[in-house]
């Protein structure tokens, strides 16, 4: 991320808490409209309602009519999907946002975990944003980069007038990294050959759970990025139902997500995660295969 200084970054106590608590630190409140994907992760919903926003689930730029969200959140790769969006559609949200004076804020905790196809590109880079940051944040993690979900690293980047807003709303509620934790966020971002070597382990597991998959009836949807398999059984030419796919996939010992945990339009899928060990998915292979 070229160019960014010391005010356009600040460390966050893992992600998941800071995609929560954003828009409330960020002045959002009662009247406001936030908008996440149609397919997202619960978080952005839980952090619209926490500050008494209208949360808005929509894929789609014409959905809003005169009601201008006060914050549009992208994740791309996406959770649970793993559908990566194109620069191209990137900057036309990055230019509708501006027009508007809406916050954007990508999701980009696993723009390091792309297996196929177009890789992801941040909104940070100039080729995206014009080269301004202007209205304009982004979060990431090295809970899956690095695997370090444990020490709660992760951090927001951007526009440095919005970091300001950030840090000095944190500062007050005590949300400060520990040392320690900034030192290992440190330490990991500068060494890529522990990153590459589990990208290499993720790889694998998701070349054999996705053939096991496609083997035992599946068809898997997107899942180009990110660490899951968008999936839905087919049988006879029929999709099922997602909570029959779990339980069909309980019965052989496998643990899946149900796609309608993300969104109606989950309801046909259900999420599997190849972050289970070597040995747990090689059993959930052969479960599969049997």
């Known amino acids: 991320m070229p160019g960014l200084g010391l005010d356009a970054v600040i460390p966050s106590i893992g992600s998941k808490e800071l995609v929560a608590t954003l828009p409330l630190h960020l002045g959002v409140g009662a009247g406001d409209v936030v908008a996440y994907p149609e ?20 894929d789609s730029l014409t959905s809003f009519g ?6 549009l959140w992208l994740n791309s790769p996406s ?17 509708w946002c501006r027009e508007r004076g809406t916050v954007l804020v990508s999701d980009e905790c696993y723009i390091e975990c792309s297996w196929e196809g177009e890789r992801p590109v ?20 090295l809970s899956k980069r690095s695997n370090l979900a444990g020490y709660r690293c992760s951090f927001v980047a951007g ?3 919005l970091v300001g807003e950030l840090l000095a709303v944190r500062k007050n509620l005590g949300l400060i990294m520990p040392g320690p934790m900034q030192h290992a966020m440190v330490a990991a971002l500068d060494d890529d050959a522990h990153a590459d070597e589990q990208h290499a382990r993720y790889a694998a597991r998701r070349t054999s759970l996705r053939a096991a998959l496609e083997g035992a009836g599946f068809r ?42 993300y969104g109606r339009a ?25």
């Open 39 to 58: 397919l997202a992760y619960p978080t952005y919903e839980v952090g619209a309602a926490l500050c008494g926003a209208t949360g808005v689930a929509t």
């Open 159 to 161: 526009d440095p007038a």
């Open 220 to 261: 898997v949807d997107h899942s180009e990025s990110s660490l899951y398999l968008w999936s839905t059984r087919v049988v006879d030419g029929v999709e099922q139902d997602c909570w029959e796919t779990v339980a069909w996939l309980a019965e052989r010992g496998i643990l899946a997500a149900p796609g309608a945990f």
């Open 122 to 141: 941040s909104v940070l880079h100039p080729d995206i944003n014009g080269g301004s940051l202007e209205g304009i944040l982004a979060v990431h993690s």
């Open 266 to 290: 989950g309801a046909r899928h259900v999420r599997v995660a190849f972050t289970a060990t070597d040995e747990r998915v090689a059993a959930a292979v052969a479960r599969l295969a049997a």
């Open 79 to 95: 959770n649970p999907t793993g559908r990566v969006l194109p620069p191209a559609h990137l900057r036309k949200v990055v230019d």
């Open 66 to 71: 005169p009601e201008v969200p006060a914050l």
